[in-house]
């Protein structure tokens, strides 16, 4: 089976993307790479070094699993080799995660009506599709146009919380003005925006601490037909455990 994990050329989220392809890849996932440029990506650098996070750097930098799976990808051909949005078929893979990052490098990943064109494509093949954090954003900005709304209209999801997006930027602010804080209106309020029913985004219990492969009850993924969403790194096993279950057809 073969999977597209689609990043922007800068600034994701080194959990987001490094965790879901080491488990599918430990699985016999054939894992394929998307970036705006086509060339190689990179992850956001605070993240991984804990930059200018002072007193929050154990809380907000990227665990050392993270950090292990990252630098193992960085060695993998298929991540060294990713194609550019606009070659994406959806008929040469069986499903899609996209994941997150806030740093302002990932706008154009968020932003990009190309790529939003192919998130369509994967929701009308009905091929599972999986969606983390600001990754969610890009779903939601992904437009039916047989319906003119977006593809998560109708559907149950969740994302990043905004009261976790607000919390680590007033932390943050004054070490790192908006970094926290990609757009004016956070994640939550303009996913919210886009569902059938506002009571569609599901928040689940209070993400105070992160899960693992011996504490997966500590993360939360909302299931809906064959998409599956999480709200931020701490989410990201039972993420992506539940999304290859809905890859192997396990429900």
């Known amino acids: 089976m073969k999977v597209l994990i689609a990043t922007s050329t800068t600034d994701f989220d080194p959990?987001?993307?490094?965790?879901?392809?080491?488990?599918?890849?430990?699985?016999?996932?054939?894992?394929?790479?998307?970036t705006d440029t086509g060339t190689m990506g990179a992850a956001d650098e605070h993240m991984l070094n804990g930059d200018y996070f002072g007193f929050l750097t154990k809380l907000l930098v990227?665990?050392?699993?993270?950090?292990?799976?990252?630098?193992?990808m960085l060695k993998d051909s298929a991540f060294q080799n990713p194609m550019p949005y606009s070659a994406i078929n959806v008929d040469n893979f069986d499903g899609l995660i996209l994941p997150g990052g806030h740093a302002k490098g990932i706008k154009v990943?968020?932003?990009s009506e190309v790529l939003q064109n192919?998130?369509?494509?994967?929701?009308?093949?009905?091929?599972?599709v999986g969606a983390v954090c600001h990754g969610v954003v890009a779903a939601a900005r992904s437009i039916d146009p047989d319906t003119g709304k977006s593809v998560l209209y109708g559907r149950k999801t969740t994302a990043?919380?905004?009261?976790?997006?607000?919390?680590?930027?007033?932390?943050?602010?004054?070490?790192?003005?908006?970094?926290?804080?990609?757009?004016?209106?956070t994640?939550?309020?303009?996913v919210r925006a886009v569902l059938a029913d506002p009571a569609d985004f599901l928040s689940g219990k209070n993400p105070l601490f992160r899960d693992s492969m011996k504490k997966l009850k500590r993360g939360f993924s909302v299931r809906d037909g064959n998409y599956i969403s999480a709200r931020w790194p701490g989410d990201i096993y039972t993420f992506s455990l539940g999304f290859l279950e809905l890859l192997q057809g396990d429900t």
């Open 15 to 34: 959990t987001e993307v490094a965790l879901p392809w080491q488990i599918l890849s430990n699985a016999g996932i054939d894992v394929h790479f998307a």
């Open 62 to 72: 990227a665990r050392q699993d993270a950090q292990d799976a990252y630098a193992e």
């Open 109 to 111: 990943y968020l932003e």
């Open 118 to 128: 192919r998130i369509v494509d994967f929701f009308a093949a009905n091929k599972v």
């Open 160 to 185: 990043l919380l905004r009261r976790q997006e607000l919390i680590a930027y007033n932390m943050t602010k004054t070490m790192m003005d908006d970094y926290f804080l990609t757009y004016p209106i």
């Open 187 to 190: 994640v939550e309020e303009e």
